[in-house]
């Protein structure tokens, strides 16, 4: 008698492990999906943005506008730190990560179309 109830138990406990197996693997995949869908929107809006030619021009309009604020009028920074040469401190996929992410406190992110981004990457361009 003791022999099936060892053996009900052990039924008991694989399925309560396959249960809780399946729903941590379900969850994961979600996770991964969500992940992969992200970051294949980020690369397509990056690849979007590197394959234009920006303005100097608007790209400066575009900074005196929105980051003026934080790094001066002159890019050498406020509270953000002076963009001069920032394009042989960072490529410019970081500089799109850092722009749209605000990956650095207390920098905002920012909705940017990619041509915007574009000019604002030649401007940056220029600063060096």
Not at 56 to 85: M, Q, W, Y
Request: net charge negative.
């Amino acid at each position: 008698m003791s022999t099936s109830s060892s053996s009900a138990a052990e039924i008991d406990f694989k399925r309560e492990f396959l249960r809780i197996f399946f729903i941590i693997f379900f969850v994961l995949l979600i996770c991964f999906s969500i992940f992969f869908v992200n970051h294949h929107e980020n690369n397509k809006y990056i690849i979007e943005t590197l394959e234009l030619n920006g303005s100097v021009e608007e790209g400066d309009a575009l900074f005196k506008i929105n980051c003026v604020g934080c790094h001066g009028i002159t890019a050498r920074g406020l509270v953000g730190p002076d963009l001069h040469s920032i394009t042989t401190r960072l490529n410019d996929k970081e500089i799109i990560k850092q722009v749209t992410g605000g990956l650095t406190p207390p920098m905002p992110s920012f909705e940017i179309d990619p041509a915007n981004m574009s000019n604002l990457l030649k401007y940056l361009h220029s600063l060096e």
